[in-house]
């Protein structure tokens, strides 16, 4: 039986499987696919989940609760919710999309963990964040500064770009291919989202070996035509290549977008992958991704 009450005011939807046995940990954006990712895997790990999402009747936030999870109403614009929400938290997990308010945002999240007195943040921010190399004038970069100066204790993880924005292009590749900007030698850079929470869940696990790092993080990397290649492997098809002069690639997509892609073009993602993958050699490469997630012998 679901029970509903409040804890400072906010709504909970309790289930009585959930056991607060272990380190609570708050993840926000519960019903994303980071935060429904992160939450299970600490789930799996004998953590208590407590999951933020600023609809806790939904659908989805259900779904997460009959996994486990202490739904909690909360949205990163409301200081108050978020405050009452990491009420008893001791550790956080965090990310944000491509919000209008995307700053403000992140330092309301911040400055309610640091009145809520959370020892423990893991930020989901982006590789193009990275500072000298990323996007000028990035809103992460700026979440991540102002997380460094707060005082808490943190890991920022910087995902590069994810295995599931291919999830349902398979007829559009089988018909136009791989349109891009990039040379056929540039190098490319992926991680599955699931990736991202066992990292994230390594950080919970191990902060005498991963508080105060900033880091990029892939779990695969190839160059722009072994790319092209993956996918004619997988598909069981020739998929072609077209590259596109810059400007004209731009023009094809929206204005807010331009920027990140014209640093895709010019600059682009770094990761150390070896590293990575000598230690947790289990993160999942862009071939066996796609294969997972029904590409093999894909046709128009």
Do not use: C
């Not at 990310?95 to 308010?101: A, L, T, V």
């Not at 707060?150 to 995902?159: K, N």
């Amino acid at each position: 039986m679901k029970i509903l009450q409040k804890i400072a005011g906010v709504l909970l939807l309790v289930m009585p499987v959930v056991s607060m046995a272990g380190e609570l940990v708050l993840v926000t954006g519960i019903t994303g696919r980071q935060g429904a990712a992160v939450a299970e895997e600490l789930l799996a790990r004998d953590y208590a989940v407590r999951g933020m999402t600023r609809k806790p009747a939904s659908d989805a936030a259900r779904v997460m609760a009959g996994k486990g999870v202490v739904i909690v109403q909360g949205d990163y614009g409301d200081p108050d919710s978020l405050l009452a929400a990491m009420q008893g938290v001791n550790k956080l997990f965090f990310y944000s999309g491509f919000s209008p308010n995307e700053l403000q945002e992140g330092l309301n999240v911040i400055a309610a963990a640091k009145t809520a007195g959370v020892d423990y943040i893991v930020y989901s921010s982006g590789a193009a964040a990275e500072p000298g190399v990323g996007v000028a004038g990035s809103v992460k970069a700026k979440v991540e500064q102002a997380l460094v100066e707060s005082g808490i204790e943190y890991t920022v993880l910087r995902p590069v770009a994810f295995m599931e924005n291919f999830d349902g292009q398979q007829k559009r590749i089988a018909k136009l291919g791989i349109v891009d900007s990039r040379a056929p030698d540039r190098q490319l850079h992926f991680i599955a989202i699931r990736d991202i929470a066992r990292l994230a869940a390594e950080a919970f696990d191990h902060p005498d070996e991963w508080s105060g790092k900033a880091m990029n993080i892939a779990g695969d990397s190839m160059s722009v035509q072994e790319y092209v290649d993956t996918f004619g492997k997988v598909m069981g098809r020739t998929v072609t290549y077209t590259r596109k002069p810059l400007e004209e690639y731009l023009a094809s997509m929206p204005k807010p977008l331009q920027p990140l892609f014209r640093w895709y073009d010019e600059v682009g993602y770094t990761a150390d992958v070896d590293t990575l993958r000598k230690r947790y050699p289990d993160m999942l490469t862009l071939e066996q991704y796609l294969r997972a997630t029904g590409w093999a012998n894909g046709q128009e």
